[in-house]
């Protein structure tokens, strides 16, 4: 290249243009072109300058201390060190071949020597680029005290646990990642959504960027700290620039504020505060990517989200508790320099049964706490974890924890099984049988009186303690299930149906609540207790139920939808001290076979189970309707999740109870049953003059005792339902405060069947003699006194109005003032039993 053409390319290409035409004379002939391969080193860095370079063709790469970045056509190399005598800052390699146009060092220091133009023109030149820099440098010191206070320097953690929710969520957050569009994160208190918003934007792109969070609660309500002012201080947002801004807990945000932000997230654009209304079009562009953090969602925010990342309660994801755990353990032993203790699997169960209110926050706080409280031992137990229970696990007592040997006699074969098949079943086909040949009479024959004096006393005061435990022994489904076994037999390629469970929940309440109904007048105008075979009609009919129906379906339908024995077994077990449950934390973290509920193979400890017969899942049981105590699911558990609690009585009906209509049809049906067996005693008392001999007669008012009594406690919730509406009260509805009057339906029960309880089930000796035609006058007999049978029962009507006002205000939570209508109506209802059972 000539040196006019060279001095023309100089002047077009290069920073020397700002030399005169003399000087560029001068440097021109002193130029040489060299060549440059690809990857090689011209100049590095630390190293003394030899030459100074110009760029004419080729990319060529230079490596700072902080960043790497190409240099451009004409760019000047070396010349600025030469200036400032220093060594050469950076090391350049080629990217691709290049040509460089290159002068030796010592030549050019006598070129600046000769014409001191070159020194001031540069020197002017790298005067204005300090001030540049000194200007760049006091913005940015500016912006970062601006910033300082909001920024977010890392990440605290990741997300721990293995359970499909964490694996969402990293999924959720690393797809956030890929670009800037904004976020959603939104959840419950305690879920560290500030630590995901924060993974977010250090596993982004722009990790090198600032990342600030602030405090909806706290902002003006101008928005001036993120919006900045008009001619003044810039916002959050300018001094952020292509950072990330978190808006943290964005339902506490003024309410000032939202449109602004919402203006924001559809146009990225926002308007500084202005003081005044002359400033106009002072409209900017936001750059920073913004991300939400929300306990509730605003939907004029969420639509206009691109990501939205809703982060799971601890409590649906008790699989990762003990990563969580683990995790808080090496981090505290870490910070306090102590050896890492490790946690007990009870104490780890415990954790696992507790809902967490405060999720990850509070399960930390735990865990520090439990850590400081540990001494003279290495490990965390379920005594120093002790997590504050919710209502479901309040005031418990697990039975099986605390006796051993009563656990394994109920994962034993014998309960039920052998008790089932090798007495009840045959004592149930003798007793049907002498029913049949027997007297017919209560006083001779001793199957009814088994049936009347015994059982109905004992299965009333049995409720309170053990529930709906009656059912596991109940001959009816022993029978069932043998149906069942030899259908299958006989059948073997018939498939049992599956349980048509829509219309049974919907009818198979009334239909047992018709079938009570049914028997209860059948009882009372045939006169079944002193009738022998009629009683063993009813004990056939409600077993043929149970075995037809084990025959088309599978498990026990009969028991759970139709049985009407059962429907009152179940109604009354809500009154029980003791329930079986399941640790729901144990088994959404440990357990995914559902043994228990589905049945299947041994496993671990669980042993071979068909399931449970009644389809009831014990971590799901909200009361004790439905479960019979049959213990499979006891049996079929390997992780020791099934509990068997001592409880305060009836605790569901006022905590996790869900009332149904059927059950109090039922209940009142029970109620109005007991006036039933009265009959005589009512007409006797009111001077009624009924002939109670015509079947007629007797049979319509049968029919008036079993509705009529129900007007009381109707007309009682009327009153209240009025005074309520006159005071403005929203008051319960008349299925959910009628469940209180269950203990008093159960009370009044057992003092009528005490009678015979106490006055006839003691003959049994002398029955079973007079039965086969022995003469049994010489065996024992244990009768009470009448005036103590009277004083029982009384006592016994007491108990249950009393219990039946205390669990009414229970169930209501409303004032004893305006419940007394139906305090008046338990206790109207009490004399009358009084007067009647005691006259």
Known sequence: METAELMTWLQERTAMNILPDEVLKAIAPNLT?????????????????????????????????KQTSCLLTGSLINLRELILEQSAQNTITTITEAKLWAIPAEKFTQLIKQYPEISQAFSQQLAQEIANLSSQLDFEQERREALRPYLVNKAKRGIIGKSRYAVRLRQNVKTASKDHESVLIFGEQGLEKDNLAALIHYGSGDRREPVIKVDCAKLQASGAEIFGRAGGKPGLIEAVE????????????????????????????????????????????????????????IPEIKKLITHNIKVPPLRVRKSDIEDQVNYYISLVSRNKKINKPQISPEALQRLQSYDFPNN?????????????????????????????????????????????????????PWWPDRINYGFTLTVFALVVIILFVGPQTRDQNFALNLFWAWWWPLILLSFPFVGRLWCSVCPFMIYGEVAQKLTQILFPNYELKKWPRKTAEKWGGWFLFSGFALILLWEELWDLPNTAYLSSYLLLLITAGAMICSAIFERRFWCR??????????????????ELRAQQGTCSAECNTYQCYKGGPEKGEGQETNGCPLYSHPAQMQDNRDCVLCMTCLKACPHRSVTFNLRPPAVELWTTHQPRSYEVALLFLLLNAVFLHLTPQINDYFNLGLDLDNFWIHGLSA??????????????????????????IQSRSFIELAYGYLPLVL???????????????????????????????????????PAVIAFLQGITIIFGVLLTVILSQKIARQSFKLLLPQHLSSLSLGIAFWLLILQ
């Open 360 to 412: 990850l926050r509070e399960l930390q706080n735990l865990v520090e706490r439990a850590i400081v409280q540990i001494s003279g031992t290495n490990e965390l137990t379920e005594e120093i974890i002790w997590p504050s229970q919710g209502k479901k696990r309040q005031f418990r007592f697990n039975l099986l924890t605390a006796y051993p040997r009563f656990r394994n006699f109920l994962r034993s």
């Open 703 to 728: 029919i008036a005792l079993v509705t009529i009594p129900v007007i009381i406690p109707l007309m009682a919730h009327g009153i209240i339902r009025l005074v309520c509406k006159l005071n403005q």
């Open 561 to 578: 939808y139709l049985c009407p024995i059962g429907g009152m077994n179940g109604m009354f077990a809500k009154l029980a001290m003791t």
């Open 747 to 785: 009370t009044v029960s057992l003092a009528y069947y005490l009678q015979m309880g106490l006055g006839e089930a003691g003959q049994v000796l002398p029955l079973v003699a007079t039965t086969f035609g022995l003469d049994g006058s010489g065996l024992p007999i244990w009768v009470a006194h």
């Open 33 to 65: 072109l060299t060549s440059w391969a690809k990857n090689e080193t011209i100049i590095e860095a630390s190293q003394p300058i030899k030459n100074v370079y110009i760029l004419q063709q080729g990319q060529v790469e230079i490596k700072g201390t």
């Open 242 to 297: 292509k950072g990330t801004l978190i808006f943290n807990n964005i339902q506490d945000l003024p309410s000032e504020l939202l449109p602004s932000i919402v203006k924001l997230l559809d146009t990225k654009t926002y308007t500084p505060i202005s003081r005044g209304e002359n400033i106009a079009n002072n409209k900017k562009e936001c750059s920073a990517r913004l991300i939400i953090i929300a306990e509730k969602v």
